[in-house]
């Protein structure tokens, strides 16, 4: 089992930054993969970033000149820095920490933090 607690998130104006930090706790939580999905409103929810439990970063094309996503391991958080954020950006953003033991999946899912960017 693995918690996930969100923090960070809010209103800012294109071309403002933010961070979002998630925490996992459970005894396993470090060998998942830690990343950010996100989701607007009548929107499928997307993958944003992920990062693996070695520290390798992937991104979606839409962010990857623009958010830098990284981990600490004590304690286990990862971290989203938005910078240049655009209207599109908009969305609840949710924490997500996966991974694969044989063919079973194991997802868990934070709370999730609004981002809305407006001037």
């Known amino acids: 089992q693995v918690q996930l607690v969100q923090s960070g998130g809010g209103l800012v104006q294109p071309g403002g930054s933010l961070r979002l930090s998630c925490t996992a706790s459970g005894s396993t939580s470090s060998a998942y993969n830690l990343g950010w999905y996100r989701q607007a409103p009548g929107k499928q929810r997307d993958l944003v970033a992920e990062i693996t439990s070695g520290g390798s970063p992937n991104y979606a094309d839409s962010v990857k000149d623009r958010f830098a996503i990284s981990r600490d391991t004590a304690p286990n958080t990862v971290y989203l820095q938005m910078n240049n954020l655009k209207p599109e950006d908009t969305a609840v953003y949710y924490c997500?920490?996966?991974?694969?033991?044989?063919?079973?999946?194991?997802?868990?899912w934070g709370q999730g933090t609004q981002v809305t960017v407006s001037s």
């Open positions: 997500i920490a996966e991974r694969r033991i044989g063919n079973t999946p194991y997802i868990y």
